[in-house]
């Protein structure tokens, strides 16, 4: 039986979780979109920079994040002025770190059902006087879902288990900013903490397997389900 600060810890978990890709799923449609369908002068560098965190120490994103999201960071500072939202040393910036550790994770899968896409299906929605929102609505957002769904699902997966860039930049608070993963490591650094880690090992490796596992069926599903 798990006790009440691990449950606590999951929950915790899973709301960074979600409200990282929650916020980060637009914006990694919208740059999955740019990428796929646009040609322009500074493509490769913007998929350079998507691809980034993939590549960088967490640590230097996590620290990237305190120099710019920090009390004295000038997004901190702006978005503390103008929404009251403070990031360093909060769940918010757990969140905000796990969403850019994720991004990647999202744009990837969504740009490959983007380009998967047969443009003949929106031409002929054209044809038929459809507006390009239209379009979109019926033709564009229905066909590129399955990679949408993988994406939010592997994406969410990856912030649930994210360490070092979280830790850099929001510390290891319990009840604040200790997540699963930084939950692990701090029992693994005391000496009768070992049960309780291997517990919560066990359990994000079952949460981490129970993603791709239905990441893969409801993208299998709804590529069935096409047109």
Known sequence: MMSEAEISIILLSAKVAFVAIACAL???????????????????????????????????????????????????????????????????????????????????PIRLSLEAIDQGYAEAARTLGASRLVVFLTVTLPLALPGIIAGAVLGFAKALGEFGATITFVSNIPGQTQTLSLAIYALLQTPSGDAAAMRLILLAIALALLAIIASELLARKLTRDRP
């Open 26 to 108: 637009l914006p990694a449609f919208a740059i999955a979109w740019l990428l796929a369908r646009k040609r322009f002068a500074g493509r490769g560098l913007l998929q350079a920079l998507v691809t980034l965190p993939l590549v960088l120490p967490p640590v230097a994103t996590g620290y990237g994040l305190l120099i710019l999201f920090g009390t004295k960071g000038p997004l901190g500072r702006f978005f503390d002025s103008l929404f009251g939202l403070e990031f360093a040393f909060r769940w918010t910036g757990a969140a905000l770190a796990a969403g850019v550790m994720a991004f990647p994770l999202l744009v990837r």
